[in-house]
């Protein structure tokens, strides 16, 4: 997850667009109820999971920042 | 005498440090992404289906409406809470015919809305849906979209999901740039979309308060809707950041929500995009003073009014400002204390040094597939030459080495007048920039422009090329020019990665 966004768990694939009959795509307000709940835990889940990895990489991008002024400082003043 | 220069000189080293300032306010901008997960909505979230119109203007769209249209319809969303609204505003081409045969094939889901004059602009055509939507009380919520975006099939639920908060007025998404296989100037736009909405918006949400809605992507509830007079501004060219302002000045919060995903095709060439960039700029000069009791002002109900926000906006607005004022101050520096001059340019390119590193290195990663598409942009995104300077001023040592190599392979011995030389070329580059990556623009359309447009850009930079657009705008605003509505061409040559 920390490397792909997660909504790339919903995209449109070209085979799904093709090949899955437009019926079959049809979702009820009923259905999307029951079902949908542990789809938007898991979501939530991904996503928290994925700007919190973005914290991380912040850091890292700091870190890379002061290493790169470091050496520069110390190789050539 | 010695006073008043010092005076001066005082004043010159201020404008140029002054150009720092938006360097820095990126920084901080960006290190503010990093916060954004102590600032999400999911808490007051769930998963929300209100009966959803999609509102579309259109004017001669044949090429893409009828692929919007059935890509709305395999949407991971209730059918029966969908209807598509699209207002053609006066087409003259094959749009009617394609959207009332979509209304056939989708009976119920797809209305056709005729404007019989067209040609008012985009604001115009959406009041003409608005009033007809707002005319029965079945819309819960509407979404306001352009024809020729694409949206993933689980977009729409993760934007509704923040409705279920009565305090959310408005979600929008977030925008990524389709075309493929692209050129040069889609991938600019596909890399500067990651700053300008990835970071920009997760930025602006952790200090609260949101600068623009995406044009191809507002979700408002009804609410928001009927509170902001049941109709989006005509007056300015800005219409998404006025219903933005709007929104949030009535209290009502807008959302952000990164990870429902629309994807958009954007212009291939620099006069498509001077032209939608000039419309957007304008706009936001217009934004500006229409707003101006906002800027700075603490508001009981809303974050408008932050200093964060309006840093964070007017460093931006201003950015070519900053540039002109330190690349001329600079140049004056230069003939009257050499030293000085060179002492304030470092310290401003070390501050330059350290934004793109920073910048650069952090929006790859924010969204690494788009980021694997576009690093070439991405690096070259100020400019060659001002590439090559901010590695002159991380390497000094080896680029000098570099350029003596050079020099003496080319037989030109350096001397102190040429570096000289090289140092007041680099101070004039800072502004001189925008100026050559207009030149891409006065080209691109000449002979030799499919050669020279792009080489112009990559040397000049793109972020100039913005900074020479904004510049224009000014003077656009400032002569009170026509503010018209130039529709940007779509080809519908998008295709939405798997």
Same mark, same amino acid.
Not at chain 1, 63 to 77: D, H, K, M, Q, S
């Given at each position: 997850?920390?490397?792909?966004?997660?909504?790339?768990?919903?995209?449109?694939? *070209?085979?799904?667009?093709?090949?899955?009959?437009? *019926? *079959?795509?049809?979702?009820?307000?009923?259905?999307?109820?029951?079902?949908?709940?542990?789809?938007?835990? =898991?979501?939530?889940? =991904?996503?928290?999971?994925?700007?919190?990895?973005?914290?991380?990489?912040?850091?890292?991008?700091?870190?890379?920042?002061?290493?790169?002024? *470091?050496?520069?400082?110390?190789?050539?003043? | 005498?010695?006073?008043?220069?010092?005076?001066?000189?005082?004043?010159?080293?201020?404008?140029?440090?002054?150009?720092?300032?938006?360097?820095?306010?990126?920084?901080?901008?960006?290190?503010?992404?990093?916060?954004?997960?102590?600032?999400?909505?999911?808490? !007051?979230?769930?998963?929300?289906?209100?009966?959803?119109?999609?509102?579309? #203007?259109?004017?001669?769209?044949?090429?893409?409406?009828?692929?919007?249209?059935?890509?709305?319809?395999?949407?991971?969303?209730?059918?029966?809470?969908?209807?598509?609204?699209?207002? /053609?505003?006066?087409?003259? /081409?094959?749009?009617?015919?394609?959207?009332?045969?979509?209304?056939?094939?989708?009976?119920?889901?797809?209305?056709?809305?005729?404007?019989?004059?067209?040609?008012?602009?985009?604001?115009?055509?959406?009041? &003409?849906?608005?009033?007809?939507?707002?005319?029965? /009380?079945?819309?819960?919520?509407?979404?306001?979209?352009?024809?020729?975006?694409?949206?993933?099939?689980?977009?729409?639920?993760?934007?509704?999901?923040?409705?279920?908060?009565?305090?959310?007025?408005?979600?929008?998404?977030?925008?990524?740039?389709?075309?493929?296989?692209?050129?040069?100037?889609?991938?600019?736009?596909?890399?500067?979309?990651?700053?300008?909405? +990835?970071?920009?918006?997760?930025?602006?949400?952790?200090?609260?308060?949101?600068?623009?809605?995406?044009?191809?992507?507002?979700?408002?509830?009804?609410?928001?809707?009927?509170?902001?007079?049941?109709?989006?501004?005509?007056?300015?060219?800005?219409?998404?950041?006025?219903?933005?302002?709007?929104?949030?000045?009535?209290?009502?919060?807008?959302?952000?929500?990164?990870?429902?995903? %629309?994807?958009?095709?954007?212009?291939?060439?620099?006069?498509?995009?001077?032209?939608?960039?000039?419309?957007?700029?304008?706009?936001?000069?217009?934004?500006?003073?229409?707003?101006?009791?906002?800027?700075?002002?603490?508001?009981?109900?809303?974050?408008?009014?932050?200093?964060?926000?309006?840093?964070?906006?007017?460093?931006?607005?201003?950015?070519?400002?900053?540039?002109?004022?330190?690349?001329?101050?600079?140049?004056?520096?230069?003939?009257?204390?050499?030293?000085?001059?060179?002492?304030?340019?470092?310290?401003?390119?070390?501050?330059?040094?350290?934004?793109?590193?920073?910048?650069?290195?952090?929006?790859?990663?924010?969204?690494?597939?788009?980021?694997?598409?576009?690093?070439?942009?991405?690096?070259?995104?100020?400019?060659?030459?001002?590439?090559?300077?901010?590695? +002159?001023?991380?390497?000094?040592?080896?680029?000098?080495?570099?350029? &003596?190599?050079?020099?003496?392979?080319?037989?030109?011995?350096?001397? #102190?007048?040429?570096?000289?030389?090289?140092?007041?070329?680099?101070?004039?580059?800072?502004?001189?920039?925008?100026? %050559?990556?207009?030149?891409?623009?006065?080209?691109?359309?000449?002979?030799?422009? !499919?050669?020279?447009?792009?080489?112009?850009?990559?040397?000049?930079?793109?972020?100039?090329?913005?900074?020479?657009?904004?510049?224009?705008?000014?003077?656009?605003?400032?002569?009170?020019?026509? +503010?018209?509505?130039?529709?940007?061409?779509?080809?519908?040559?998008?295709?939405?990665?798997?």
């Amino acid at each position: 997850m920390s490397e792909q966004q997660p909504a790339a768990a919903g995209q449109v694939t *070209a085979e799904q667009v093709t090949v899955v009959p437009v *019926a *079959a795509q049809q979702v009820t307000a009923e259905q999307v109820t029951a079902e949908q709940a542990q789809v938007f835990a =898991d979501e939530v889940g =991904d996503a928290v999971r994925y700007e919190r990895g973005l914290a991380v990489k912040c850091l890292f991008c700091v870190l890379l920042v002061a290493v790169i002024l *470091a050496l520069r400082v110390y190789f050539f003043g | 005498m010695t006073d008043l220069l010092l005076a001066v000189k005082s004043l010159l080293v201020a404008f140029v440090l002054l150009g720092a300032v938006p360097l820095l306010v990126a920084n901080y901008q960006f290190l503010l992404v990093g916060l954004h997960f102590r600032r999400l909505h999911y808490d !007051r979230c769930r998963p929300f289906f209100p009966r959803t119109a999609i509102l579309i #203007p259109a004017w001669n769209e044949e090429a893409v409406i009828g692929t919007s249209i059935d890509r709305l319809m395999l949407l991971d969303y209730p059918r029966e809470r969908l209807r598509i609204y699209v207002v /053609d505003d006066a087409s003259t /081409d094959a749009t009617p015919d394609v959207v009332l045969a979509k209304a056939a094939q989708y009976p119920g889901n797809v209305t056709h809305l005729r404007r019989d004059k067209g040609g008012e602009g985009k604001a115009a055509t959406l009041n &003409h849906g608005l009033a007809e939507i707002l005319a029965d /009380d079945w819309m819960q919520a509407i979404l306001i979209m352009d024809s020729d975006v694409i949206y993933e099939r689980s977009s729409l639920r993760r934007m509704t999901r923040h409705l279920a908060d009565p305090g959310v007025g408005s979600v929008t998404a977030y925008i990524k740039e389709g075309s493929r296989p692209g050129n040069y100037m889609t991938r600019f736009i596909g890399y500067e979309y990651i700053t300008a909405q +990835a970071a920009a918006r997760r930025s602006q949400e952790v200090l609260g308060v949101i600068a623009c809605l995406a044009g191809g992507a507002q979700l408002h509830s009804r609410a928001n809707v009927e509170a902001i007079g049941g109709r989006v501004d005509t007056t300015t060219l800005a219409e998404d950041t006025v219903t933005t302002f709007e929104t949030q000045k009535g209290g009502r919060r807008v959302i952000f929500e990164p990870h429902a995903t %629309v994807w958009a095709e954007e212009p291939g060439s620099i006069v498509a995009l001077w032209k939608q960039r000039l419309r957007w700029a304008r706009g936001n000069v217009q934004v500006t003073r229409r707003f101006k009791s906002v800027w700075f002002r603490t508001q009981p109900n809303n974050r408008l009014g932050s200093f964060s926000f309006g840093l964070l906006w007017f460093c931006l607005l201003l950015l070519p400002v900053f540039m002109l004022a330190a690349s001329g101050s600079l140049v004056i520096l230069f003939f009257i204390d050499y030293q000085l001059a060179w002492t304030a340019f470092h310290i401003l390119w070390l501050t330059n040094v350290v934004t793109y590193i920073f910048i650069t290195s952090y929006t790859l990663v924010i969204d690494p597939a788009i980021g694997r598409h576009t690093w070439k942009e991405a690096l070259l995104f100020p400019g060659l030459v001002n590439v090559a300077i901010l590695v +002159a001023a991380v390497l000094p040592g080896p680029v000098t080495w570099l350029g &003596h190599e050079l020099a003496a392979a080319a037989g030109v011995g350096v001397t #102190p007048g040429w570096i000289r030389g090289i140092e007041l070329f680099t101070y004039i580059w800072l502004s001189a920039c925008m100026g %050559v990556a207009f030149l891409g623009k006065v080209t691109e359309s000449r002979r030799l422009g !499919r050669f020279l447009g792009p080489l112009f850009v990559y040397v000049g930079g793109y972020g100039p090329l913005l900074c020479a657009i904004t510049t224009a705008a000014y003077v656009k605003e400032l002569r009170h020019a026509e +503010a018209t509505w130039d529709k940007t061409e779509k080809t519908g040559k998008m295709v939405v990665p798997t």
